[in-house]
């Protein structure tokens, strides 16, 4: 059973893989010492590619999802090609 703490703990927070073309990518919002973040890791290349601060982890999915069209942008895969359904699991 989960503890209802009114404040998250450092760590908690949520994550989700999404393949598209060669690249698998894991997106992160969680709770840090100073507030949420989002998060992007490229595990094609064993790679974090960016953060940023996030209101909450709503908006820290949201930033995710951002960070995650934008590198595939900078990739080269077309900003026509479908972004499949996000599915965010909790960790933590």
């Known amino acids: 059973m989960r503890s209802m703490s009114l404040l998250p703990r450092i760590g908690e927070g949520v994550r989700a893989e999404v393949v ?4 698998l990518l894991f997106l992160f919002c969680t709770e840090t010492g100073v507030g949420p973040a989002a998060a992007l890791f490229n595990a094609t290349t064993n790679q ?3 953060r940023q601060w996030a209101a909450d982890i709503d908006d820290g999915k949201k930033k995710a999802v951002d960070l995650a069209r934008e590198f595939l942008a900078r990739v080269g895969i077309p900003a026509n090609t479908p972004f ?3 599915e965010w699991k909790e960790i933590g």
Do not use: T
């Open 84 to 86: 499949p359904d996000v």
């Open 48 to 50: 974090w590619v960016d």
């Open 20 to 23: 598209i073309g060669e690249q």
